[in-house]
């Protein structure tokens, strides 16, 4: 699923600080979660927590919905973010290279963090498939480059529906994060 890429620099600013995308991935696995339980969660002040949401919210990225009593908790309002700097002026493109970088250290530190606690993990999660890292380079044109991306997200689709329904996933599921990445060499 892909929606319209973000062209406005202010919105891309907005998600060039680390601490947004480890609050955006935290909205995204854990739902619905005050600026008190973010900062339970993630280890940063509930002022810091709060200030970060407030500007997600300023630029559409997550708003706050009716909780128990007066609780306001925060949810994404859209799990998918296209950036690009494609056909954007200088200052959006710097700004959305700028949220890019910052995506890929948190999807670097959250791998990091997860291979240090592997050896915590239940037995039937250590064993071969449950944690992996492949690399892998293909020469392809560019009409397979798309039919295999497009195969991919199909594959990761089937499991999308248990994100926004827990009643869906099975005993025993866990948030499990692929990462998949595709660059094309330059020459």
Partial sequence: ????????????????????WKLI????????STATQCSAKLGESVASCSY?????AKYGFVAEVEGPGRQKPWQLVNRHQTITSEGLDDESAMAAEAAVVALLDNE???????????????EEWRAPGGIGINSSTKFLTIDEL?????????VLGRYSERMDRPELRPDGARPVRFFLSTTVSPD
Avoid: C, V
């Fill in 1 to 20: 699923m892909t929606d319209a890429p973000i062209t406005d620099p202010k919105a891309l600013r907005a998600l060039s600080h680390p601490f947004r």
């Fill in 108 to 122: 670097y530190e959250r791998t990091r963090e997860r291979l240090r606690q592997h050896d915590r993990l239940p």
């Fill in 25 to 32: 991935n935290l909205l995204n696995e854990e739902g619905p």
């Fill in 146 to 154: 798309i039919e295999l991306q497009n195969e991919l997200r199909a």
């Fill in 52 to 56: 970060h949401l407030n500007m997600l």
